[in-house]
Each structure stands twice: as C-alpha cells, then as structure tokens.
C-alpha cells in the first residue's frame, strides 16, 4: 500500500490579523470548493508541473499578541469591511477552531508602543531575555510540527510593521551573533531565528527586518534554511513595477512619481504611528528609482482613515516629459481590499518555500522576487523580469526532478 502524503505546517506570526485570517479562512473554502482559487498562481498551467503541496495537506497554527480567534477576527473583517461572507465563516468554523488550537503567545520585544498597545495575550509581555525568547518561540514551533506530524514547516511573518531600527555594527556584519547583543533585535528578528532554531523554512512578507541582517541570515544558512523577503508586493508598489519600465522603454523621462494611500484596519493604525510608517515609506519608495536609474522626485504618504476598514485606496501621480520636452502626466487609483490581496501570496509563498525545501535549495529564494518590494539579494525591480525568473525556475526545477 502506497504510503501517505504527510502534512506541511504553515505557521503564521501575527496569526490572527487580517491576512492571517485570510490565509485561514480561504484554504479551507477552496478546499470545500466554496469558492474558485482565485490569486493563487501556481494553479495556473506554468507552474502546474511543480506539484506544489495540495490545500489539504497544510496545517495552520501561529503566534499572536491579542486575545482572540480566527472565527472573531473574520466576523470583524465582515462587520468592518464586508469581506469573508457569515456563510463562508460558518462552513468553515470547525476547521478555524482548530487552527485556534495551534496558537501560541507571541511577543512584542522591541515592537515599539503602538504594537505594544495591542497585546493582551498572556505570556506576551513575559520577562524573558532575548535568547530565552528565540528558544522558547522556536520550541513552539517544534511541538507544532511533532504534534501533527509534519514532514516540514514554513513560517511566514505577516505582523504589523515594526518602526525601523538601527541595527549596532554588529549585526550589519556577517559575523555569528553574540548573546550580548541580541537584546537590540526587534520581534521579527527574534522570530526569524525561532524559524531557523526549528528548521523551518522562513518568509518575511512585511517590512520589518526580520531575516535581513547578515548575521541572521548566516546563521540561516549555516543551517540549511531557505528564506527570502521582504514586504509583499500586492498593490500599488505592484502597479510601480509594471509602469515604471513602460516609461524606461519608452525614453520617456519621469519628473515626480506622487503615492497617496489610505486605508483604515489596524495596519492603518500601527502605521500612523511616524515611526512604524517610516519602516513601510523606505520599502514602497525604493522600486521606481531601481527601475529607472535615476532619481525623480517621489512622495509617498501613508495615511490612516479608520471609516475604511480593509479597504485601501492608493492614488499615483507620474509628471513626466516627453518628445520635445512636453510634460504630460498619468494618474491611476488602485482600490482593494488588502487582506484579500495579500491572503494568496501567502499561500502560495509557502507552497514554494516547501518545494524548495523539499528540492534541498537553501537560502535566498531569489526566485521569488515578484512576490515582494523589496526583494532580498534581487536589484531588478520590473515586475515582468521578476514573474520571467519564476517561470524559469519553474521550468528548471521540473526538468530537475528525480
């Protein structure tokens, strides 16, 4: 009799936030084919040949800071912003309350104050130095993968953004970290040495630092982990990188490119915090000027407006010249529910970080550049370019397999 296929764990830090929930939720729904799977691109024919790991394979727990559950988390998405339909919860409701059962208290060392506002779970706030954190998040992540059984794990940070931090020389450097100072290391950091202490494969879907110091991601390689970050790529910095390589193609020269945004779930609120936005800010500005190789005036502002819940609203304005120095302007509105759009990223960042993991690759997962902003070890910035590397890579990991 043919053996049967284990589980993978999916392990989600900051578990029950809006695109945590998603994840949960919508793995389930399609799952039950209570919905199409929709944004999920390796059900697309390119990437079909991988044999990516099926829905119904993956396990899903996390850590978190605030006292709560999938289930209420996606009854406030639907109540605040109309999204993940009461139909939809309630069919999924037993598979939720057993993700609930894989969460553990997170923390919020060095997270800044308005993080730290939104913790209420117990042990958050525990004294404990910072390597008693990293053993005791690593060994969370352990029992998961022991209590059910799992051939391999793959942590993906989706946390509110952390205020930007400036790491002591020590850390820049390539050099193994000391005891002494991982006590300057913010929470994400922490958590990504957790992953690396428990083998797990790591991916940093937000802005914070996370895996991108070189001692960290030297340690993650002296252990054989593959990763890669930073920032998903799900909106209007998406748009960026489609549009600033028409204008480079064009001779066209870009004068200013203008981002306004504004949007109102908690990431809203954390981010109207000038020190965890300035964090978001270096992230969303960077593409344009990769792309063009020069330097246009850019602004992006972020801004909090709560009456919108999920929904978030970017508007761009691009002023540049033309043909005999005429100056004309494109102006576009992206409007999208940033859950939802973040949600199948996730998905599918886990299910290739497992079939790298499962190929044996390690470190840097380079392939994976369209998925992020600011893509670690990756300086082309045109989206297509990036979606080209995949596509390669898909087609050379499937000729390569035994």
């Not at 829905?55 to 605040?80: C, K, N, P, S």
């Not at 946390?159 to 913010?186: F, I, N, Y």
């Not at 964090?279 to 063009?292: A, F, G, Y």
Request: proline share 4%.
């Amino acid at each position: 009799m043919a053996r049967q296929a284990q589980n993978i764990g999916l392990w989600l830090v900051g578990a029950c936030g809006g695109v945590g929930t998603s994840v949960a939720l919508g793995i389930e729904a399609i799952r039950r084919k209570l919905t199409e799977p929709l944004g999920l691109i390796g059900h697309l024919p390119p990437f079909k040949k991988l044999e990516l790991a099926p829905l119904d394979r993956w396990v899903i727990g996390g850590h978190e800071i605030r006292r709560t559950t999938f289930e209420a988390a996606a009854r406030e998405m639907y109540e605040q912003s109309g999204v993940l339909s009461p139909e939809m919860i309630a069919a999924c409701r037993g598979w939720l309350r057993q993700c609930d059962r894989n969460i553990r208290s997170g923390t919020v060392v060095n997270c800044g104050p308005t993080i730290g506002r939104m913790a209420d779970r117990r042990d958050v706030r525990r004294k404990r130095s910072a390597a008693g954190w990293i053993a005791a998040l690593a060994d969370d992540i352990r029992s998961f993968a022991r209590r059910h059984r799992l051939a391999r794990v793959v942590v993906v940070n989706v946390a509110s953004t952390e205020p930007h931090r400036q790491m002591p020389q020590a850390h820049k450097g390539s050099k193994a970290l000391r005891a002494e100072d991982l006590s300057r290391l913010s929470a994400s950091s922490l958590y990504a040495l957790a992953a690396i202490e428990a083998g797990a494969g790591y991916i940093n879907f937000t802005p914070s630092t996370g895996i991108d110091l070189p001692a960290v991601r030297r340690r993650a390689d002296d252990r054989g982990i593959a990763y890669m970050g930073r920032d998903g790529k799900t909106g209007e910095t998406m748009m960026k990188s489609v549009l600033a390589p028409m204008f480079a193609a064009r001779n066209l020269r870009v004068l200013s490119w203008v981002g306004h945004n504004i949007f109102g779930n908690r990431d809203g609120i954390v981010l109207d915090d000038p020190r965890n936005k300035e964090t978001k800010i270096r992230s969303k500005d960077q593409p344009v000027r990769e792309i063009l190789g020069y330097r246009p005036e850019t602004l992006v502002s972020i801004e909090y407006v709560k009456s919108l819940g999920d929904w978030k609203t970017a508007w761009d304005h691009i002023h540049f010249a033309g043909f005999l120095g005429t100056k004309m302007a494109l102006q576009f509105t992206w409007h999208g529910c940033d859950s939802i759009l973040a949600a199948p990223l996730v998905i599918e960042l886990a299910r290739f970080t497992e079939r790298a993991a499962r190929d044996g690759r390690t470190g840097p997962l380079r392939h994976l550049a369209c998925f992020f902003k600011s893509p670690m070890g990756v300086r082309e910035q045109s989206f297509v370019r990036q979606y080209d590397a995949l596509l390669e890579y898909a087609d050379a990991a499937a000729t390569d397999r035994p």
